[in-house]
């Protein structure tokens, strides 16, 4: 057999090993670090196991059901990775938030006005920037608004004492949907404890949308923001224009695939890809 006859022969099996490999690699590198990590870590360790002792003591039986119970492993995912799945096929459609950058940027000095004065006298907020995933269904309660966003209207909903100031907003465009909404609060325990509601809402609706969520703290009028899950607290207000305008300014060209599931696995990480945003964590109340 010569070695053209070989390579004939290896080239499908090879091409299939690393798609596997190269398909398990970012399937792992996506779900690191998400509420379900700890799940796949489990699952794996417990399948290692029985497959161990179901080999070593040829538990015939035991092995088939094995092989049964992994037929509804496609379900089991989808079931556990929901959030993570969804927020994957919204960034797949690419959908834009806004009609064109002038747009977008004007939003943005909206939001930057917002949370500059929130911060000078301390009064706390919330804020969420709804992009493709519709926020309706990841919320509770809520006072319909429907009324152009300006900095003037988001100082006066946050103003202590309102009827409406406790809970987050909901942007969507350039105008203000909803009020007064109750966000899913994270259920990760690997956070600061000095965390307070306000922020662990923003985190909860980060984890399970794709909108960008700026929080400010009532007690020290520090300015943060989550996005895919991370928080990053105590950015200055340049620093915030900044992330916002590399989020929602759209740029000409397309992200590449590398990029995008690059992009994607921190989805749930509590490491941010721009470490040099990250401030030093300081107490937040909520």
């Not at 399970?208 to 200055?236: C, F, N, P, Q």
């Not at 397309?254 to 990250?278: I, M, Y």
Request: proline share 5%; net charge neutral; with cysteine.
């Amino acid at each position: 057999m010569t070695i053209l006859d070989i390579l004939l022969n290896i080239w499908r099996p090879a091409l299939e090993v690393i798609i596997l490999a190269v398909g398990i690699y970012y399937a792992l590198m996506f779900v690191r670090g998400t509420r379900g990590w700890p799940v796949v870590l489990g699952f794996l360790f417990l399948l290692l196991v029985i497959s161990l002792v179901t080999t070593a003591l040829d538990l015939r039986v035991l092995f088939w059901l094995l092989a049964k119970l992994l037929t509804g492993l496609a379900i089991a995912v989808l079931v556990i990775f929901q959030p993570e799945l969804r927020r994957m096929l919204a960034e797949l459609g690419n959908l834009p938030l806004f009609a064109s950058a002038r747009d977008a940027r004007e939003n943005i000095e909206v939001i930057i006005q917002t949370a500059e004065r929130l911060s000078d006298v301390k009064i706390g907020a919330l804020i969420a920037l709804e992009q493709s995933i519709q926020l309706d269904d990841a919320v509770e309660s809520g006072v319909v608004v429907d009324c152009e966003a300006t900095p003037e209207m988001l100082e006066t909903i946050f103003f202590p004492n309102n009827a409406i100031h406790d809970g987050g907003v909901i942007i969507r465009g350039d105008r203000i949907a909803k009020a007064a909404c109750i966000f899913p609060l994270t259920r990760r325990q690997d956070l600061n404890p000095s965390l307070g509601t306000r922020h662990r809402a923003a985190i909860g609706l980060a984890e399970e949308t794709d909108a960008v969520v700026i929080a400010v703290s009532e007690e020290t009028g520090a300015i943060s923001y989550a996005y895919k899950g991370l928080m990053t607290r105590g950015v200055s207000l340049e620093d915030l224009r900044a992330f916002l305008t590399s989020v929602l300014v759209r740029a000409p060209k397309t992200r590449s695939l590398t990029e995008w599931f690059r992009s994607s696995r921190f989805a749930g990480s509590n490491v941010a890809p721009r470490p040099a945003v990250q401030a030093a964590p300081k107490p937040e109340a909520k």
